[in-house]
């Protein structure tokens, strides 16, 4: 071979190898179909003669990947979906299909042939038959191409929101006229998707619902509270209900109503409330005064007292407290307070009245509510269970916090306490409906406490509780103690609830009493006694539900009895104004006060009845004192129909004349 035979030789192979090289660069096939898949729009590329100057047809389908997330079993739910061309050429769909015995596909008829940019959409439903989890596939075959594309589907079957009241009924017992009584109960939505309730309507004669806001949605598992008062407008008995409308499976929850007004209902010995320190569970006896209600706070029951550390919970002294209230039958209101050291904010804070760091609000709630606020939701939760499953005694009412707004037992603003009220809200009727909540107490005598109580409501705090909670102190440093001032507190804190709609909330008196006696150098015995009686005549008399004296075996606060010095066991000494205690609690308890307590100049009196034709008045002057066991009187013409009068100390005595002597102790005239 020649060298020039050879040149060309080499010449063609190159040639040759460059030609390999153009069609393996551009993709030169023989009419086979490629299908792109890069997790947009799913793709059919159908591939043409490249002689010709249009590209090839793409059909997308948009999304590619569809999830209906959960749907309740035996409803539909529909998507859209575009199947587009996004190239030059037409391509026609020769057939859809669609796999999963629970999706369907609608509006696509077949054949179809799609231009160049052009597209349409097409329905895609989803009705799961039973709970659990569905996949399927559409399938869009091209008669251009005999390739197909196609797109996922999934979703998820789950039960249908079902709404349950609980209780079903709500029963109100003996309620007088004139007065009201609150019930909640809970709203749960017990099945696997949301509820929406949209309309909640109550009927019969008395009976005002509060607390749904509507319209509401509920998450499965989760549930929402609602408030019943019962007022009722007249003698006899009084029947309704409430119809819960919503989109669950059950339309609507019903629930019964149900009170009376007998015209016997007398004032009841709940009223008569009892606080009491820690000696009466260790070796003290339990208080010979009759009383209905027992509030626990200073009780060694505190929140820092019991929750000990993350976890850790000590219901020694909870447990004996319930014992005794089961024992001698009286009713328990429960006040939280005293953050943990290890909970505290601030918990190296000697300003706190207690110990250091247990007025401030928990550190994990930030000033302005937000936070995880789990320290105090993991304590709420634990006390209300052990609450729930205790074997004795229940805790029924439950005071949100003591003293909201005094520095040394809480520093923590408005929102922070709203958080607090609204977590422990949910958590306590989630785990006993029938719990009562309380507003975090305030004094109402200070008007930095009215004012947070209005700061509070204004906030919504006032949906949050059941109850208004204050404290009836009426002491002022080196002022004398005028019992009769608590009328106008209690009106200014009643104005205050009615501003904000709250006005037919009861009103728990949950601590007061005459304070630290050396603030007023209150210390003589009689005038103790005067003013017990009297701060709990007005207290009735001003519309108050309960009224928790603090503190019988109290050593300077409000002290009613006295320990044996040499045997803490034995009965002790009931002191002058715990008698009186005693002797109002005969007077009032059981008896309907037929019209409130009423000045005429310095003296009061006070109507009451009972059954079979008794009546009673109860009157004092408040011009008049006491010192050293001398008590001034003015006398008293009194109506001829009584015949006889007892004192504070439970004396009955015959009247005589047309007038009595009468003084700072009130006395009760008496028809028979």
């Excluded at 004669?205 to 607390?211: A, E, W």
């Excluded at 009493?513 to 006694?529: C, I, K, Q, V």
Aim: charged share 10%; net charge negative.
């Amino acid at each position: 071979m020649d060298l020039v035979t050879r040149l060309h030789q080499i010449s063609f192979g190159f040639a040759l190898l460059a030609v390999l090289a153009l069609v393996g660069c551009q993709g030169v096939t023989t009419g086979n179909r490629a299908v792109v898949n890069t997790g947009a729009p799913a793709v059919i590329t159908t591939n043409h003669d490249h002689s010709n100057d249009q590209p090839p047809s793409q059909l997308t389908l948009a999304p590619p990947n569809l999830s209906f997330g959960n749907v309740s079993v035996g409803t539909t739910q529909s998507y859209s979906i575009t199947l587009r061309n996004s190239g030059k050429a037409a391509v026609t769909i020769s057939r859809a299909s669609i796999m999963g015995s629970q999706f369907a596909l609608s509006d696509l008829s077949t054949p179809l042939t799609l231009a160049g940019d052009q597209s349409t959409t097409f329905t895609v439903t989803f009705t799961p038959q039973t709970s659990g989890n569905a996949t399927g596939e559409i399938t869009i075959v091209s008669s251009t191409s005999k390739l197909s594309t196609m797109a996922t589907l999934s979703g998820s079957g789950v039960s249908p929101g079902s709404l349950t009241a609980n209780p079903s009924s709500l029963s109100f017992g003996d309620v007088q006229v004139g007065k009201d009584w609150l019930v909640s109960g809970t709203l749960t939505n017990s099945g696997g998707s949301s509820v929406t309730i949209s309309q909640a309507t109550i009927t019969g004669s008395g009976f005002t619902l509060r607390g749904l806001t509507l319209p509401v949605s509920l998450a499965a598992g989760q549930r929402t509270t609602f408030s019943v008062v019962f007022a009722p407008p007249s003698l006899g008995s009084f029947n309704g209900g409430i119809v819960i409308s919503s989109d669950a499976s059950n339309s609507s929850a019903k629930v019964a109503l149900s009170g009376t007004s007998s015209g016997n209902t007398g004032i009841p010995a709940a009223f008569m409330g009892m606080g009491m320190h820690g000696g009466i569970i260790t070796r003290q006896p339990w208080p010979s005064e009759p009383f209905g209600a027992l509030r626990l706070w200073d009780s060694d029951v505190s929140w820092a007292n019991a929750n000990l550390a993350p976890g850790v919970y000590d219901w020694t002294a909870l447990d004996k407290w319930l014992a005794k209230a089961s024992l001698h039958n009286v009713d328990t209101l429960y006040t939280f307070g005293r953050t943990p050291a290890w909970a505290s904010s601030s918990p190296t804070d000697t300003s706190c009245g207690v110990s250091p760091g247990a007025c401030d609000p928990p550190n994990d709630l930030n000033l302005d509510g937000t936070g995880s606020n789990q320290h105090w939701k993991d304590f709420v939760t634990a006390i209300a269970t052990h609450n729930l499953n205790s074997t004795t005694g229940h805790i029924k009412y439950w005071e949100i916090w003591n003293e909201a707004a005094n520095p040394p037992t809480w520093t923590g603003s408005v929102a922070q306490t709203v958080r607090m009220a609204q977590d422990a809200r949910q958590i306590i009727l989630g785990i006993d409906p029938q719990a009562i909540i309380l507003s975090p107490s305030v004094i109402i005598e200070s008007t930095t406490g009215r004012n947070f109580l209005q700061s509070f409501l204004q906030s919504g705090g006032g949906l949050l509780v059941d109850g208004i909670a204050f404290h009836g102190y009426v002491q002022k440093r080196n002022s004398p103690l005028v019992p009769e001032n608590i009328v106008g507190y209690l009106d200014s804190t009643k104005s205050i609830l009615a501003t904000f709609g709250q006005g037919s909330k009861p009103l728990f008196d949950t601590e007061a009493s005459w304070g630290d006696p050396t603030l007023s150098n209150f210390f003589d015995p009689d005038m103790r006694a005067a003013f017990l009686a009297r701060m709990y005549l007005l207290h009735w008399s001003s519309g108050a539900t309960r009224f928790y004296w603090y503190q019988w075996n109290n050593s300077s606060h409000g002290t009613l009895w006295k320990p044996d010095p040499t045997n803490p066991s034995a009965p002790g000494t009931v002191l002058e104004p715990g008698i009186a205690y005693g002797q109002i609690y005969n007077w009032m308890v059981g008896a309907i006060m037929t019209s409130p307590c009423t000045a005429n100049g310095s003296v009061w009196t006070c109507e009451f009845s009972r059954p079979n034709g008794y009546l009673a008045q109860a009157v004092w002057d408040a011009s008049q004192s006491c010192r050293g066991g001398v008590c001034t009187a003015s006398a008293f013409t009194f109506d001829p129909k009584y015949i006889n009068y007892t004192d504070l100390s439970g004396n009955t005595s015959t009247l005589s004349g047309s007038t009595v002597a009468i003084g700072a102790k009130p006395i009760l005239l008496q028809n028979q």
